[in-house]
T-cell receptor, first 114, second 113 residues
Framework: DVKVTQSSRYLVKRTGEKVFLECVQDMDHENMFWYRQDPGLGLRLIYFSYDVKMKEKGDIPEGYSVSREKKERFSLILESASTNQTSMYLC?????????????FGQGTRLTVV | GENVEQHPSTLSVQEGDSAVIKCTYSDSASNYFPWYKQELGKRPQLIIDIRSNVGEKKDQRIAVTLNKTAKHFSLHITETQPEDSAVYFCAASWSFGNEKLTFGTGTRLTIIP
């Protein structure tokens, strides 16, 4: 069973803090994604990575950066948290090769910036 | 980049009736179209997907249809049950190999007993 695990379920941070959200997958997937989920806006892609040390901007990368030093781990970094980054953050991974495309999601991190 | 529009945003149907959710996509290069179901407080999970070389796919009470010419695809749920109540997301993927999934804005489906 594929497991995508996010380091925190709930997080409260102060404006201006540097915030790290961690995601680990155990299925040797090539692709990893960070999405942000807000009511009425669906799942918006922040960044994705298709290989170690490779990253591509999604639709809303401003204010975020990512790191993928190991295949199983994909980190989302908020350089200086702001209140408009209060949201649910979802990590996902997918195989990337072999014809299988299903994305598996983590349980989500609800981040509140005060 | 890809843009996926999804309608309606909310849908209520009587138990036992059918539900249809529609999505359109903008990039004709997209070739993979999954549907995800997200129950309250849970993570999204894949329920059905279709590739561009197929027009329709069925799995028990759910089916997906794809019209490549019109660039739209639909989710059909028949004989709806209370456990079908959830938010449903469509998505489209346009990167070959490195599959960047672009999602629609979601449909909240409520089944009325």
């Amino acid at each position: 069973d594929v497991k995508v695990t996010q380091s925190s379920r709930y997080l409260v941070k102060r404006t201006g803090e540097k915030v790290f959200l961690e995601c680990v997958q155990d299925m040797d997937h090539e692709n990893m994604f960070w999405y942000r989920q807000d009511p009425g806006l669906g799942l918006r892609l922040i960044y994705f990575s298709y290989d170690v040390k490779m990253k591509e901007k999604g639709d809303i990368p401003e204010g975020y950066s990512v790191s993928r030093e190991k295949k199983e781990r994909f980190s989302l970094i908020l350089e200086s948290a702001s209140t408009n980054q209060t949201s649910m953050y979802l990590c996902a991974s997918s195989p990337g090769t072999g014809g299988r495309s299903e994305a598996f999601f983590g349980q989500g991190t609800r981040l509140t910036v005060v | 980049g890809e843009n996926v529009e999804q309608h309606p945003s909310t849908l209520s149907v009587q138990e036992g009736d059918s539900a249809v959710i529609k999505c359109t996509y903008s990039d004709s290069a997209s070739n993979y179209f999954p549907w995800y179901k997200q129950e309250l407080g849970k993570r999204p999970q894949l329920i059905i997907d279709i590739r561009s070389n197929v027009g329709e796919k069925k799995d028990q009470r759910i089916a997906v249809t794809l019209n490549k010419t019109a660039k739209h695809f639909s989710l059909h749920i028949t004989e709806t049950q209370p456990e079908d109540s959830a938010v449903y997301f469509c998505a489209a993927s346009w990167s070959f190999g490195n599959e960047k999934l672009t999602f629609g804005t979601g449909t909240r489906l409520t089944i009325i007993p």
